[in-house]
C-alpha cells in the first residue's frame, strides 16, 4: 500500500529532468506548505543565472536573491532551479528576466510577499541592477538584508 504525501503529485524531484529549452516550457512545482499559520521567510539564491542578450546573443550573468513569505504553497526547489536554468539560451533584458521570475513565482505558488533582487554583472560596462517587491513586508517578518554587494569593479 502506498502512502498519499504533500510530495505524491512531484513529477520532477527524485527523476532525471532535462533542462527546459525556455523559460514558458518550464514546470514550476508547488507543495503544500506544512507550516502555514507561521510567518516565515523563505530565501532561495541563484548566484550563477544566465540567460542571453536579445540583440547580441552574448550571454549575461546573475546573482539573483528570491525573498517570499509563503501562503498555502511552497515552490518545490528542484524545479525551480530548472525553471531559473530555462533562461540559459533566452534571449530577454534583465529587466524582463528579473521581473518574469517573480511573475512566474507568485502565479505559481500566490505568497503572502514576495520580492527579488537580480544583481546584474556589467554588460557594456554598465551593471543593471532590478528589484521588484509585491508591497511592503507584513508587520513583524523577518527580512534580512539580500547581502549582495553593489558592483565596485577592479577598485
Not at 19 to 43: C, D, H, T
Not at 60 to 76: K, N, T
Not at 107 to 120: H, V
Request: some cysteine; aromatic content about 12%; hydrophobic content about 35%.
Amino acid at each position: 500500500m502506498t502512502q498519499e504525501t504533500i510530495y505524491s503529485n512531484l513529477i520532477q524531484l527524485g527523476s532525471t529532468s532535462t533542462l527546459p529549452e525556455n523559460p514558458e516550457a518550464a514546470i514550476l512545482e508547488r507543495v503544500p506548505n506544512p507550516q502555514q499559520g507561521i510567518s516565515y521567510l523563505v530565501r532561495f539564491t541563484a548566484p550563477e543565472f544566465t540567460s542571453l542578450c536579445p540583440i547580441t546573443g552574448q550571454p549575461d550573468f546573475a546573482h539573483l536573491v528570491l525573498d517570499y513569505l509563503p501562503g498555502d504553497w511552497l515552490v518545490e526547489s528542484k524545479s525551480l532551479k530548472l525553471f531559473l536554468g530555462s533562461f540559459r539560451n533566452h534571449g530577454s533584458f534583465h529587466e524582463d528576466c528579473t521581473i518574469k521570475v517573480a511573475r512566474r513565482l507568485i502565479d505559481c505558488i500566490s505568497p503572502q510577499w514576495l520580492r527579488i533582487g537580480g544583481y546584474w554583472y556589467p554588460r557594456g560596462g554598465m551593471p543593471i541592477d532590478v528589484f521588484f517587491q509585491t508591497g511592503d513586508p507584513p508587520k513583524g517578518l523577518w527580512v534580512p538584508e539580500q547581502g549582495v554587494a553593489p558592483y565596485r569593479g577592479r577598485g
